[in-house]
């Protein structure tokens, strides 16, 4: 392959942003710089490449970034040879923008550029900052060994970029349009993942379960699903052959579209033993007149009849999901319709928003960001109550019940403890025992709080 040796030891320090994608990306950014013999470090000191992975979201998210850069340009005046990178989302989002707010970044490079990192690098000599911005539709890294750190958990993208056009989100902006990586690759990635010591696989993706093993990619002609299915399998099928990996003890999935929640997905879910009963499923508005300005593709009646479906046939369904509030247009009736329908459909969990416009989506230039900032935080702060209460509640039903935890490591708080997580993506800790990390282990819950389990293990 064309490798690139640089010209001395540099030592490269990522720094993360943002969703799992994001952390996933990241790996990659480490396999591809590692084969072209960089060294990857895990303290910002002791780097002489800092890149720093990024998330643009919401606007919050890029403001992050920016205090950070600055930051960093203080160890940049006492390290004066120090690369300092600005990879991701917020690269691709804000482009040379970027170098108006920190001048002194060296690289600008969007997520479909990782291949030219270490040429990148290597030029800094030349002193001009390196743009690496072309969204490449074709580009999926199948090539790419990531470089992860040893563990329990291991991400794993199955699917890049967005076809969704939801009006509200910059991710098809910043990330291109959807591809999928085949699926006899996956399976071998994952079989080595099993070999490395790997327990649990998360497969990634935009709308994850759009995924498909086929050229479904502007480059070819649509394809209907019966062809599709010809050609390759669909996002059930691979579950059904993750489910098949021998030594594999879990399989999650992140993060699905209702829309695409197909009738062999829900099969697969059902059938498949390693495949944890949990799925996150944003919702965004449960207001049906939102929904349709968000281009969201179902309705509020559409989304409760999936969510009474799914329960249906896969008994114990742990779901969670996002809610974005304040959306363009959302008046106080659309808001309790959200609520209301949280209320009625009990999540475990929910990741809670305020919306933040962002430049370049639909939503930014056709609509009225006509919520006012207080009225955001007023709504968000009712429907975080009213989630955490629901959460707690249903936690607590949990206590005096056996659940199944994947010891995952040393619980941050007491070194006599694990951390793991349920089938349903709780966090539970437990005194270690004579356990390992590692470890699927049957424990008992003695008490619970919105966001984590207690308990003891049994026989
Ligand atoms: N403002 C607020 N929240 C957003 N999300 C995506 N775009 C925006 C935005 N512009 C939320 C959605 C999505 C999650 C990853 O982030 O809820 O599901």
């Known amino acids: ?36 013999g960089y060294e990857m470090v895990d303290q910002l000191e002791s780097a002489d490449v800092v890149l720093v992975n990024t998330c643009a979201i ?52 969007g997520p479909d ?6 040429r990148a690098i290597q030029s800094m000599t030349t002193g001009d900052p390196f743009l690496g911005l072309k969204l490449d539709k074709s580009e999926d890294y199948a090539d790419v060994a990531p470089v992860r750190k040893e563990g329990v958990r291991a991400w794993l993208t199955i699917q890049r970029g ?10 098809p902006f910043v990330r291109g349009r959807e591809r999928s990586i085949p699926m006899h690759l996956l399976i071998d990635d994952v079989k080595r993942l099993v070999h490395e010591g ?8 935009q709308t994850v379960n759009s995924y498909y093993d086929g050229e479904k990619s502007p480059l070819y002609p649509p394809l209907t699903k019966g062809e599709a299915k010809r050609r390759g399998g669909d996002f059930g099928d691979l579950l059904v052959a993750m489910n098949e990996v021998e030594g594999l003890e879990r399989v999650r999935f992140t993060s699905p579209h209702p829309s695409d929640a197909t009738e062999p997905l829900i ?20 207001s049906t007149k939102v929904l349709k300005a968000m281009r969201r593709t179902y309705t509020a009646e559409e989304y409760r009849e999936l969510v009474a479906r799914m329960r249906e046939r896969i008994p114990n369904l742990s779901i969670s999901t996002d809610v974005i509030v304040g959306f363009c247009g959302e008046t106080e009736e659309d808001f309790m ?5 949280m209320a009625e459909i009990r999540y475990d969990a929910a990741f809670m928003f305020k919306y933040s416009a962002r430049e370049g989506t639909l939503a930014y230039k056709t609509l009225n960001d006509d919520v006012s900032e207080e009225e955001k935080g007023r709504r968000l702060r009712e429907i975080i109550e009213l989630q955490e209460r629901i959460s707690h509640e249903i936690n607590q039903a949990l206590v005096g019940k056996i659940v199944a935890v994947l010891a995952e490591g040393e619980s941050r708080r007491d070194a006599e403890h694990y951390h793991g997580k349920t089938d349903s993506f709780k966090t539970t800790v437990f005194p270690k025992g004579d356990s390992n990390v590692g470890e699927l282990v049957r424990v008992k819950v003695e008490s619970a709080t919105a966001h984590t389990l207690l308990g003891e293990i049994v026989a």
Do not use: W
Request: hydrophobic share 35%.
């Open 267 to 286: 099969e697969a879910m059902a059938t498949c033993d390693k495949v944890c009963k949990q799925m996150h499923l944003p919702l965004q508005s449960g």
């Open 1 to 36: 392959a064309s490798e690139i040796k640089p010209q001395k030891a540099r030592r490269v320090y990522i720094e993360t942003y943002g969703c799992q994608m994001n952390v996933s990306d990241s790996e990659l950014m480490a396999g591809i710089l590692t084969r072209s």
């Open 337 to 341: 319709e959200t609520c209301d329908l």
């Open 162 to 171: 967005c076809d969704k056009m939801c009006t509200f989100c910059i991710v």
């Open 113 to 118: 550029s990782y291949r030219s990192l270490p």
């Open 198 to 205: 790997f327990k649990e696989v998360v497969l990634l993706g």
């Open 58 to 109: 919401r606007e919050n998210a890029e403001e992050k970034v920016l205090n950070r850069l600055k930051h960093l340009n203080h160890r940049k005046r006492r390290q004066p040879n120090l690369v300092l990178g600005v990879c991701g989302c917020m690269a691709q989002h804000i482009k040379t923008k970027i170098l108006d707010a920190a001048p002194y970044v060296d690289l600008v490079m």
